[in-house]
C-alpha cells in the first residue's frame, strides 16, 4: 500500500487546512487509517484515525472539536479538516494505514505517507 499525503501549507493562526491522503488500495473493509504528526524537536504523536466501514473515529485530545477525519472510500482517500488551527499545530503531517484495525497507537499502523508540512503562523 502506497501513501500520497497532500495539502499542507502555511496559514496564519484561525485558518483552515485540509490535507488529503490518497491509499493505493486497501487491503481489507476492516483496516484503518490514521493521521500523526511530528513538530520539530518532538516524538511523532497521534491526531486521528478511522475505518473505512465508518465506525467511530478517535481524536487526540489536544484537536477535538478542532479537526475532523472524514474517508471517500470509492478514492480510497482520507481527509484531515483542520480548523482554528493553532502556533502548535505547526508539525509534518503523516498518513498512515493498518491492515489490522484504527486507533492511537503507532504499532497499529503497517504503511505510513511521506508527510505534509503544516506551518501555522502567530
Known amino acids: 500500500v502506497q501513501l500520497q499525503a497532500s495539502g499542507g501549507g502555511l496559514v496564519q493562526a484561525g485558518d483552515s487546512l485540509r490535507p488529503s491522503c490518497a491509499a493505493s488500495k486497501r487491503t481489507s473493509s476492516n483496516n484503518g487509517m490514521g493521521w500523526f504528526r511530528q513538530a520539530p524537536g518532538k516524538e511523532r504523536e497521534f491526531v486521528a484515525s478511522i475505518n473505512w466501514r465508518g465506525g467511530s473515529p478517535y481524536y487526540a485530545d489536544s484537536v477535538k472539536g478542532r479537526f475532523t477525519i472524514s474517508r471517500a472510500n470509492a478514492k480510497n482517500t482520507v481527509y484531515l479538516q483542520m480548523n482554528s488551527l493553532k502556533p502548535w499545530d505547526t508539525a509534518v503531517y503523516y498518513c498512515?494505514?493498518?491492515?489490522?484495525?484504527?486507533?492511537?497507537?503507532?504499532?497499529?499502523?503497517?504503511?505510513w505517507g511521506q508527510g505534509t508540512l503544516v506551518t501555522v503562523s502567530s
Open positions: 498512515a494505514a493498518s491492515t489490522k484495525t484504527w486507533g492511537s497507537t503507532q504499532a497499529l499502523y503497517d504503511y
